[in-house]
DNA sequence: TTGTACGCGTTATCAT
DNA sequence: ATGATAACGCGTACAA
């Protein structure tokens, strides 16, 4: 069978199809009677208004876009589940880029994403490096966008972000109470707004403890696992550091397996602590130390801001900025036992 | 500014809005040179030529939908990493719904998706237990469906799966060679096709080895992790299984947790297999021993299939099934040092 | 090669 | 309360 529009509906019926049209919204005037009638050949035909069709005419799309930099990520598919749960409330769909930390594929999905297809924006962002402003320049007015986790600080437009600073300070203060000394710090991209936050927090830490900060210490690493696990090895061997903070998940797991392989015991040679939302984290060997982020929320809150944007965009201040707090867990691969 | 469209490029070339809509196409007769000129205006305008208007003219969206049971997942995460991958490189995007295994939402999504918003389907069912035939009584021709992983054998659409029979044989045959004789199998659905083959492996490993095989051993598990953990903890102090075979990846998680509840040591007590994609599996205390699905690869597969069946839809038989081979990976889990 | 005119399905405005 | 009509932006058949 063909698909069903509303011209059929008005054939079905002898009418015409603006009065069916009215038939689905609430406001219009029309006889409880015909309204009945229509819903309920609707129903019989099994009826699925043209969702381009009325976007075209409404031009709005009901739809959001979520833009990542991953999806194979336990902490993005947290914070994606928040957002679909809070759209799909809303009636709303969403739609889901990954970049692939791709700074190009970003400005790409936001430039196609001004056509109408999207109604906002939530997007944690891939090109710290880069110049951000293609985000001002677009030819029409940008769509709302709300910024989470991963930020660009000289945008202006509400975000949505943790208290990283002060969870690296007290991670790295933790470390250091539990009597390590060589703290290093493994970083995935300094340049990124959160990678320099997180840094700040390590770096404040060792100061207020009188520690020296030892350049060396830090850490640069890559996207690459194997990359990463090899590095590391040579870090530790080399730079023998008694304990590790690691600023994204997988550095932290990067480091397990370079210790397995080095034959280093966390947390009796090596204590290690790590950003993290793994919620098996207590299961690993050993049970990971982690500063763990609230994802799911993170993503849900983002969504709410956005839809108020959405509702009421008069009413958000695109300077508004959420912070969330992440919580420091301590276990065994930092303890003294 | 307000929205750039062909009307706006038109009058700014003093072109018609079809001469300009042709530079946008490649078939079209149109000179070299004003089609240059077009593209030029174009991006300096940076047109973004409306999908809503394109797909209401074209009568298709250059959209998948993506439906899943869960998102915070790592295995769905994987698989919609997969499709994303397949999606973009084809110039679509897609939309992702997660129905928390409520058949309502399943039946929901897919009747509003008949409206042209998306182009194709690929599915991971919710709803086994219930009637699936809602899918055969769309009003109008069903879109271009493909199943992954949880499939309906009822309903008539290319598949991909896992050899979960074989897979599941072969872990309960390895947790026999270690020596295990009171094997648990911990189900979350019985019902389900994916459920009842994996248990199936299990009873006719049994079989084939001479465990007898008791119906109490079968666990039938709930979707909360905690009940889970609880109910887990009684089972293994009432019925001292030696052995216990998850069909999924968290009642592995929740059988860990239960296991240091009650002080059984893995796997000296009691070992432990699963099925799960986790990439830290080796990182597990004990290290988990897994039958690890190719989760990516059979979004990617899937999305190659929806999109051959976009294509050529009469190359492709709505029987075809493809299958996939999970891996054995045996860790410590269910070591006998 | 380019322009004119129409229709995709919907909704809002205006008329009846 | 209902109907006729125009418009959203685009793409194509047809005309020029």
Do not use: W
């Amino acid at each position: 069978m063909d698909n069903v529009n509303i011209k059929k509906l008005a054939e079905a019926l002898r009418l015409s199809t603006s009065t069916v049209s009215r038939a689905f919204r609430d406001n219009s005037d029309i006889s409880k009677d015909t309204k009945e009638r229509i819903l309920a050949m609707a129903k019989q035909l099994n009826y699925q208004p043209n969702h381009y069709a009325s976007n075209l005419r409404e031009q709005k799309s009901k739809t959001i876009a979520v833009i990542v930099p991953e999806l194979a990520n336990n902490y993005f598919s947290l914070a994606i589940q928040g957002i679909e749960r809070v759209a799909s409330a809303k009636g709303y769909h969403i739609l889901v880029y990954a970049t692939n930390d791709q700074f190009e594929k970003e400005v790409s999905f936001i430039k196609h994403l001004h056509n109408g297809r999207a109604d906002g924006i939530i997007m944690s962002v891939s090109g710290e490096a880069n110049d951000h402003n293609y985000l001002n320049q677009l030819s029409k007015k940008r769509l709302p966008l709300v910024f989470f986790d991963r930020v660009y600080e000289d945008i202006v437009t509400p975000r949505v972000i943790t208290n990283d600073y002060d969870s690296s300070f007290s991670a790295t203060k933790h470390l250091i109470q539990q009597g390590c000394e060589r703290i290093a710090y493994l970083a995935v991209n300094k340049t990124l707004s959160i990678g320099k936050t997180r840094m700040q927090g390590y770096i404040d830490a060792l100061k207020k403890y009188k520690i020296p900060f030892k350049e060396e210490l830090i850490i640069d690493c890559t996207n690459n696992y194997k990359e990463n696990i090899d590095l590391l090895k040579q870090a530790f061997i080399d730079l023998k550091p008694d304990g590790v903070f690691t600023s994204v998940e997988r550095l932290a797991f990067a480091t397990y397996y370079a210790c397995y392989d080095i034959n280093l015991s966390i947390p009796k040679d090596i204590k290690v602590i790590g950003f993290s939302s793994l919620e098996i984290a207590p299961l690993l060997n050993p049970a990971l130390s982690t500063i763990t982020q609230p994802a799911s929320d993170l993503g849900k809150t983002a969504a709410e801001m956005l839809f108020k944007m959405l509702e009421n965009p008069n009413e958000v201040n695109p300077d508004s900025e959420v912070i969330l707090k992440s919580k420091l867990m301590q276990r065994e691969s930092t303890s003294n036992a």
